[in-house]
């Protein structure tokens, strides 16, 4: 079946620092791939998707490309804020009918002053 | 409110009491999805709505499992004979379609966290 595979966690970074929290997948046919983030207190938000082969979803500076070679889709940062510090999760949607969404464990962010 | 609203926010339940867990989806969402997130894990699915119809509940774990959205906008997801394992938080969330037929992106609710004692 569809699965996502992301970076253990906890990740701890100082402000400013370059992140990459790694995510690959295993599916049939051409999911379309998503990061969602879960700030302390708060719902699910999508972050970026992208919806085919190296397609590039950004959104506040975060950034991660759809690699069907490699069935990866690593999210990155070039330089983090404390505002970032969040729980972050890789998820593919299954092409059946439903298209609902399969998540990886999610990795948590912490990012220090 | 704007958002999707889940209500009660927490829950405490003996073990093998029945809970009800309820969705309020942003109106007009066609969609509506549960899901199911145990501690440290990533969220789970349980079962999908378009409209009142259920057309997806693969992902409920047993037949104490039972969801409904009578008149296509609130749901209810409803756990008899609650078991220790059913611990976690109820995740709820809705979208829309656009004019070419795709979906919006899901908007989640803040979740029911359910501890079972």
């Known amino acids: 079946g569809n699965s996502v595979t992301q970076m253990e966690g906890p990740v701890t970074l100082s402000e400013e620092a370059f992140l990459t929290i790694n995510c690959t997948y295993t599916a049939t046919g051409y999911p379309s791939l998503f990061w969602y983030v879960q700030y302390p207190g708060e719902g699910l938000q999508l972050l970026l998707k992208a919806t085919k082969a190296d397609d590039k979803g950004s959104n506040k500076g975060f950034e991660a490309t759809y690699r069907k070679e490699t069935t990866s889709f690593h999210l990155e940062k070039g330089s983090v804020q404390v505002s970032d510090s969040a729980v972050y999760f890789c998820a593919l949607s299954d092409q059946g009918g439903s298209e609902k969404l399969v998540f990886g464990k999610g990795t948590k962010l912490t990012v220090n002053p | 409110g704007a958002g999707v609203s889940q209500s009660p926010r927490y829950k405490v339940a003996k073990r093998g009491q029945d809970v009800a867990l309820r969705c309020d989806p942003i109106?007009?969402?066609?969609?509506l999805f549960w899901y199911q997130q145990a501690l440290g894990q990533g969220p789970e699915f349980l079962t999908y709505f378009q409209n009142e119809a259920q057309l997806d509940k693969s992902g409920l774990p047993s037949d104490r499992f039972f969801a409904e959205r009578p008149e296509g906008s609130v749901s209810t997801l409803k756990i008899q004979r609650t078991q220790q394992e059913d611990s976690a938080v109820y995740l709820c969330?809705?979208?829309?379609?656009?004019?070419?037929?795709?979906?919006?992106?899901?908007?989640f609710g803040n979740g029911t966290r359910l501890t079972v004692t």
């Open positions: 969330a809705s979208s829309s379609h656009d004019r070419e037929g795709g979906r919006s992106p899901l908007h």
């Open positions: 109106s007009g969402h066609v969609s």
